[in-house]
Every structure is written in C-alpha cells, then in structure tokens.
T-cell receptor, first 111, second 115 residues
Framework: SQQGEEDPQALSIQEGENATMNCSYK?????LQWYRQNSGRGLVHLIL?????REKHSGRLRVTLDTSKKSSSLLITASRAADTASYFC???????????FGAGTRLFVKA | GAGVSQSPSNKVTEKGKDVELRCDPI?????LYWYRQRLGQGLEFLIY????????KSGLPSDRFSAERTGESVSTLTIQRTQQEDSAVYLC?????????????FGPGTRLTVL
C-alpha cells in the first residue's frame, strides 16, 4: 500500500502564482523527496530533505518537513507554464532504501 | 554519462503470455528499483536490489512477478501469465551507494499493454 498521500490531487493556477502541494505519510522516515513527472513517463528528482531538517530551498522550490505531523509541503513560487506536470513525494524508510511514493498532485499552470 | 535505460519502450502482449522487461542502470549505481504506475496513478513499489544484499521483494503483487539482477548491472522484471490488470508503465530507477541521502534516477519506463 502507498505510504504517502498528497493533496490536492489536482491544482490549476495562473502563471506567476505560487503553487503549494502537501504530502502526508504514516511511518518514520530517513528522508523525503519530491519528484516531477512529465507526460506519464520518467521522473526527475527535485529536492531531498532529511528527517532532521525542517526546511530546504532550491531555486523557486521550498520544501518543509514536519516529522511530528508526518507531513511535508512543496511550494513552487512564481510558477511558469513549464511547471505543468505531476509532482510526487517519496519517503525513504529508516533504512534509507525502500522508497514509497504518494499518488501525486497534478499541477496545471495557465499562461 | 548515460542515464537509466529500459527496454522495450512499449510492449503489447496477449493475456496469458509471459513478458520480460529490462533495465540498465547507471554504471556504478548499486541500488536498483522497480515500480509500477497505472494510468493516472502514483508509483507502486515492487522490488529493490542493493549490492549483494537480498532484494526487498515486499512490493511484488503476486508470485507471477519476479525480478533478477546480475551483479550491479542489468535487471530483468518478469511477469508470467500476464493479466489485463498488469497493464501499466513499469519504471526502473537506480541510485548511488555510500549514503542514503541521494536521489533515484529514473528510466523512461516500459509501457505494457495486455490485451
């Protein structure tokens, strides 16, 4: 069964707006990662946050992690039409290898 | 360098046939993963290999599914007696060793259609 659950399932925004996606999980983790998928094929890694970190930035991406609530959020600032994709969170178990993905958020950015 | 490659990119088969899917990981990546993604859904963990350790097969949905890996290179995922519900994209990913804090690199996937 999937560990991660994401919301919203789908998000439609205007170019220039910020997009926030949330991820919740159930068990202890080693780290949490966010991936992006275009056109239903290969995924691309965006950012990794360790279990002892609370916030991380990479370009227009900001990720937060709250291990007490077992949740994470991904914020994309100043969105662009090219950001249109599906975004998945993935949690690595405490051993660091087994990785479980959420169901994903489908983001549509209108130009 | 070369990324993760998978073959075939598309496979159409008849119900009841066996299929074999191949994954070539990035050279030097000791961890290799297989996932299944049904249309419009998230990734479902199937199995991972890490070096010489026993693979974690906990995600394989039935005994019709099996996977092997030759050393730290090629892996094959075999589905026997395919069913229509096996239709999905099968994704492979590999990862470097040495730390748990690194990302997976994904192949383009194999789209399997069972008629």
């Amino acid at each position: 069964s999937q560990q991660g659950e994401e919301d919203p399932q789908a998000l439609s925004i205007q170019e220039g707006e910020n997009a926030t996606m949330n991820c919740s999980y159930k068990t202890s983790i080693n780290n949490l990662q966010w991936y992006r998928q275009n056109s239903g094929r290969g995924l691309v890694h965006l950012i990794l946050i360790r279990s002892n970190e609370r916030e991380k930035h990479s370009g227009r991406l900001r990720v937060t992690l709250d291990t007490s609530k077992k949740s994470s959020s991904l914020l994309i600032t100043a969105s662009r039409a090219a950001d249109t994709a599906s975004y998945f969170c993935a949690t690595a178990d405490t051993g660091g290898f087994k990785t479980i993905f959420g169901a994903g958020t489908r983001l549509f950015v209108k130009a | 360098g070369a990324g993760v490659s998978q073959s075939p990119s598309n496979k159409v088969t008849e119900k009841g046939k066996d299929v074999e899917l191949r994954c070539d990981p990035i050279s030097g990546h000791t961890a290799l993963y297989w996932y299944r993604q049904r249309l419009g859904q998230g990734l479902e963990f199937l199995i991972y290999f890490q070096g010489n350790s026993a693979p974690d097969k906990s995600g394989l949905p039935s005994d019709r599914f099996s996977a092997e890996r030759t050393g730290e290179s090629v892996s094959t995922l075999t589905i026997q007696r395919t069913q229509q519900e096996d239709s999905a994209v099968y994704l492979c990913a590999s990862r470097r060793a040495g730390t748990t804090y690194n990302e997976q690199f994904f192949g383009p996937g194999t789209r399997l259609t069972v008629l």
